[in-house]
């Protein structure tokens, strides 16, 4: 029998492997943090670096002459007669313009007028068609105007295209891209912040430089409210009603499962349902976000509900118990104290489930939400709501798709506005959450 005697102040071998064994594991814990960190830096790096160019645009600046012998060859500014000029009558005067500004600062190239006006985007014309009709008494004069320079000419001052790459392409050559260097030189082509990427609207495959995200920004609202207006009534009454009223029987057992259930469906199942139930069966407008927002509504409901029931399941019975011990009813104790004490949990469960509705594709494509839909924002609820729009994913997706790089550009420049969307209502539900937390 051996008389040795093991201090407990002394580390045994034992002792010693547990340490070690927790050591790695923090290690694990926080290599694990650190991949996830780099990960998520990785990603926002890749999407600000591809997409904050779309909030840049390169424009041309030109002193256009409105022809009165042009525009309005009566003299009389009758506007239905000049309404009659189409976009091909204006497109000399942006020829004529561009001509002049190049002797005007001594530039010389051997490009005809035609090539030179395609430096601008197609758009040019129809945006100084609409300025003469809106104001008929600008004709006779010569206006400066700030015109959209062409994807390809956008694309050269920003390092997407260069003089390689062009080789084959028939939209610009190398004589234009020199031309364009003489203009930024004489200060005609410079890039400034794009307000229209943000408040415009989707454009053809011909005009990219002219796309924006502002219609299916509204599309997106839109679609929230009546997700809000839906889901957020009717997911709480259904809580309430499960966690508080209803007996606990098979039938309200099953009722629970299948919410479950719903919550971890693929939102395409959703859209499925939206096109065969309320499109090709109630024969609701397609592409309209009231359409939208109901199929959404549909799948945010599974997620109000659950975290609706937690947050009711997180309010103390001794709370419904002194209610009760005092007098109060059962929907008095539930809607008087339970519900006010819950409330900020079931704020940050509607909020993240709008989050998580706002950033649905799948369903959205299946209803008909594409791009290209709508060109003007919608002027009253009524047509908010039941007029054919685009959502901010189903647009993102639509430029992605895209051949033209500047659409591209723009799809990421889609994500930067939208994910500025998810992280401020995520935001807004931390800071309800800690504003109304209670603890006990």
Same mark, same amino acid.
Do not use: C
């Given at each position: 029998?051996s ?8 580390v ?23 991949? &996830? ?39 009389? +500014? ?10 091909f009558?204006? !497109?000399p ?32 014309a ?33 390092? +997407? ?33 794009n ?13 990219? $430089?002219?796309?924006?995200m ?59 349902? &939206? ?40 309010v ?5 118990? !002194? ?21 900020? &949990?079931?704020l ?35 047509? &908010? ?14 430029w ?8 591209? $550009? ?16 995520n ?6 959450? +800690? ?5 006990w």
């Amino acid at each position: 029998m051996s008389d040795t005697k093991t201090s407990l102040l002394s580390v045994d071998a034992r002792t010693r492997k547990r340490n070690a064994a927790e050591t790695r594991f923090r290690l694990y814990g926080l290599g694990a943090i650190g991949i &996830g960190l780099a990960m998520l830096v990785l990603l926002l790096v890749t999407i600000f670096g591809n997409g904050l160019g779309a909030f840049q645009q390169t424009f041309v600046t030109l002193k256009v002459p409105l022809l009165e012998a042009k525009l309005d060859k009566s003299g009389t +500014r009758d506007l239905e007669k000049i309404k009659k000029v189409s976009t091909f009558g204006y !497109a000399p005067l942006i020829a004529q313009a561009m001509q002049d500004a190049l002797a005007e600062n001594g530039i010389e190239t051997s490009l005809k007028p035609k090539k030179q006006a395609e430096l601008m985007s197609k758009s040019a014309a129809a945006e100084l068609r609409d300025f003469v009709i809106n104001d008929p008494t600008q004709i006779g004069k010569t206006v400066e105007f700030t015109f959209l320079a062409n994807s390809r000419v956008d694309g050269y001052l920003k390092g +997407r295209v260069n003089r390689v790459s062009i080789a084959d392409d028939k939209n610009i050559n190398a004589e234009q891209l020199d031309l364009v260097d003489a203009m930024v030189d004489a200060g005609l082509i410079k890039k400034r912040f794009n307000l229209a990427f943000i408040t415009g609207a989707d454009a053809s495959d011909a005009r990219p $430089e002219a796309a924006g995200m502002g219609v299916a920004m509204m599309g997106s609202f839109f679609m929230m409210m009546v997700v809000l207006a839906l889901a957020l009534p009717i997911g709480v009454a259904a809580s309430i009603y499960l966690e508080e009223f209803a007996p606990k029987n098979w039938i309200t057992d099953v009722i629970e499962v299948n919410i479950s259930n719903l919550a971890a469906v693929p939102s395409i199942v959703f859209g499925i349902l &939206g096109l065969a139930v309320f499109i090709n069966y109630m024969h609701l407008p397609q592409s309209a976000p009231l359409v939208g927002g109901l199929v959404l509504t549909l799948m945010t409901l599974p997620t109000i509900i659950i975290s609706t029931r937690a947050s009711l399941k997180s309010v103390p019975p001794s709370i419904r118990d !002194a209610a009760l011990g005092v007098g109060a009813s059962k929907m008095q104790s539930v809607f008087h104290h339970v519900l006010p004490l819950a409330a900020p &949990g079931i704020l940050t469960g509607t909020i993240i489930g709008l989050a998580q509705a706002l950033g649905e594709t799948a369903p959205l494509l299946l209803i008909g939400m594409i791009g290209f839909i709508a060109s003007n924002a919608p002027d009253s609820v009524a047509s &908010g709501l039941l007029d054919p729009n685009s959502a901010m994913p189903a647009q993102i997706y639509e430029w992605a798709k895209r051949a033209d790089p500047a659409f591209y $550009e723009r799809a990421w420049g889609g994500i930067i506005i939208l994910l500025a969307f998810l992280v401020s209502m995520n935001t807004i539900a931390v800071i309800l959450r +800690r504003r109304f937390e209670r603890r006990w």
